[in-house]
């Protein structure tokens, strides 16, 4: 198994651009988070996904989209970057949505909006 | 006010030492709490997971949650050179315990 994957490993963009940051797992899990880190701030939940066709919002969602149509697969899109979207991106996946299975996580990407 | 408050270190002991990290925080109904190490440069991954109150034993780690003072704490046993990395607590509330809350993380350096 590859896990859970990012794509892509570094990115820069500028102000107003937009992208999607790609995550993939072949473990068959339901549950699916994206997060971002900041420094001195820890993850912050951005969006999660229970079941493919079921997204919601997390703690920071603005400025950010989702969508899960395959099980495997869920897309982070940044609509039209800004500065203060520049952060470390991770995904991470489970088997169950329910009370905490254990969240592997992805390589993260690193994103700088110039 | 942040949901989870961590000193973020960095915390820097000798190899052998005993290592205590903690993490408060506000949210009464948080009861799933979690804590994860991440290496450098990769991706979180789970050490331990408790629920509610109480401890838990795994190895050189115990986690402890105190509910009352919402407080949890992590302890490592004979610290190792390679248990150098930044540790982060995590919880969720039984509401919604498909969101979790991370705390900024401590970055702890056992030396040789």
């Known amino acids: 198994n590859a896990g859970v994957t990012q794509t892509p490993k570094f990115q820069v963009l500028k102000t107003g651009q937009s992208m999607t940051l790609q995550c993939a797992q072949d473990?068959?899990?339901?549950?699916m988070s994206w997060y971002r880190q900041d420094p001195g701030m820890g993850l912050r939940l951005i969006h999660y996904?229970?079941?493919?066709?079921?997204?919601d919002q997390g703690e920071v969602p603005n400025g950010y989209n989702v969508s899960r149509s395959t099980t495997e697969d869920f897309p982070l899109r940044l609509l039209s970057a800004a500065p203060s979207q520049t952060s470390v991106y991770f995904c991470?996946?489970?088997?169950?949505?329910?009370?905490?299975?254990?969240?592997?996580f992805g390589p993260g990407t690193r994103l700088t909006v110039l | 006010q942040k949901e989870v408050e961590q000193d973020p270190g960095p915390l820097s002991v000798p190899e052998g030492a005993i290592v205590s990290l903690n993490c408060t925080y506000s949210n009464s109904a948080f009861q799933y709490f979690m804590w994860y190490r991440q290496y450098s440069r990769k991706g979180p991954e789970l050490l331990m997971y408790t629920y509610s109150s109480g401890n838990k034993e795994d190895g050189r780690f115990t986690a402890q949650v105190d509910k009352s003072s919402k407080y949890i704490s992590l302890f490592i046993r004979d610290s190792q050179p390679s248990d150098s990395a930044t540790y982060l607590c995590a919880m969720s509330d039984i509401y919604n315990f498909n969101k979790f809350y991370f705390g900024s993380g401590t970055k702890l350096n056992v030396k040789p």
């Open positions: 996904s229970v079941g493919a066709g079921i997204t």
């Open positions: 991470a996946s489970s088997y169950s949505p329910g009370p905490p299975d254990t969240q592997y």
């Open positions: 473990m068959n899990h339901e549950y």
